[in-house]
């Protein structure tokens, strides 16, 4: 089992930006695909961004393509996510995951193919 807890979450003004951390604890890091969700408001929840085991592969949502980029350093059990561009509607809570299932380039993760949750850290992005 791992824990995840994120951090670097807070308010920013639009066209600012953030990087998110998701320390993880427990198992070994790097057995495991990272993924951020976001939740906004009376929305679904939305597959933002993942990252494989090595970290050697990448896959991005397309609202968020070209603006974020995940990363890993699983010397440091961290995955991170930095937020460029942000808008009013990047506002939500964001989640990281963790996955011991391989993900299949193409594919669009979705959050019952994560198996471990962290709590979110909210973004708010004024306008």
């Known amino acids: 089992q791992v824990q995840l807890v994120e951090s670097g979450g807070g308010l920013v003004q639009a066209g600012g930006s953030l990087r998110l951390s998701c320390a993880a604890s427990g198992r070994t890091f790097s057995r495991y695909g990272m993924g951020w969700f976001r939740q906004a408001p009376g929305k679904e929840l939305e597959f933002a961004a993942h990252?494989?085991?090595?970290?050697?592969?990448?896959y991005y949502g397309d609202s968020v393509k070209g603006r974020f980029t995940i990363s890993r350093d699983n010397a440091k059990s961290t995955v991170y996510l930095q937020m460029n561009s942000l808008q009013p509607e990047d506002s939500a809570v964001y989640y990281c995951?963790?996955?011991?299932?391989?993900?299949?380039?193409?594919?669009?993760?979705?959050?019952?193919?994560?198996?471990?949750w962290g709590r979110g850290t909210q973004v708010t992005v004024s306008s």
């Open positions: 995951a963790a996955r011991t299932s391989t993900y299949t380039p193409g594919s669009i993760p979705r959050a019952q193919d994560y198996d471990y």
């Open positions: 990252i494989s085991r090595s970290g050697i592969f990448t």
